[in-house]
């Protein structure tokens, strides 16, 4: 799934093999009915190279690991998100927020037992790294509790292998790079530290088959 800023205008895109996609689509006009799906026309994700980078926002700390999400934020994030969208040059920059996603199959026991491997070494790692997050303001209150209970509970939903893009076309690729920092920027308002936030890190333009990349 996508959102899209190109030419002053918003977009959001949906990409999947055919019979996920005619599943999606029924699912769509059922919830949505007064909205229209197309084919991409205006080429929101066409873009050029030697002008783009890309971004990938990963979890510090795995997905086993909760970040903030408390019911009261994700507004903010949407509204945050479009505000940077009027920082940007309606001439030159487009940009697409990527989110791609895989079920997970979690019936296993070989799957619990890794997860409780990872959760358990993961504690371990912030019982002997206390020095660093004692005196510091963000630390969350009863972060041990709130791990646990998290950990617990989400292990008994389906699971699914998310990851997050950001691409930007600029007057260059280091404008391109400095407009992905302010978009992933938003993504602080999730930042439960130390168990969870966001990182990001700058990959190759190739690495997106969602996108078409022209010279």
Do not use: C, W
């Amino acid at each position: 799934m996508g959102l899209h800023y190109s030419k002053g205008e918003i977009f959001y895109s949906f990409n999947a093999n055919q019979r996920t996609s005619a599943n999606f689509e029924s699912q769509f006009y059922t919830h949505f009915n007064n909205f229209q799906l197309a084919n991409d026309t205006k080429e929101v994700r066409s873009y050029e190279r030697s002008k783009s980078a890309i971004g990938e926002l990963k979890l510090m700390h795995s997905r086993f690991f909760p970040f903030k999400m408390d019911g009261t934020d994700d507004g903010d994030f949407i509204f945050n998100l479009f505000r940077t969208f009027e920082n940007f040059d309606v001439a030159t920059d487009k940009a697409g927020f990527f989110i791609e996603m895989k079920p997970i199959k979690n019936e296993s026991f070989l799957f619990y037992v890794k997860s409780k491997l990872q959760y358990r070494r993961f504690r371990q790692k912030l019982g002997l790294q206390f020095y660093k997050y004692m005196f510091k303001h963000q630390t969350q209150k009863n972060r041990k509790g709130e791990g646990d209970k998290y950990f617990k509970e989400k292990l008994k939903t389906d699971l699914f292998e998310t990851k997050l893009y950001i691409i930007v076309q600029s007057q260059n690729k280091a404008t391109a790079e400095a407009k992905i920092r302010s978009l992933a920027n938003n993504l602080l308002v999730f930042k439960h530290y130390p168990m969870n936030q966001f990182q990001l890190k700058l990959r190759d333009v190739a690495l997106l088959p969602q996108v078409k990349m022209f010279k």
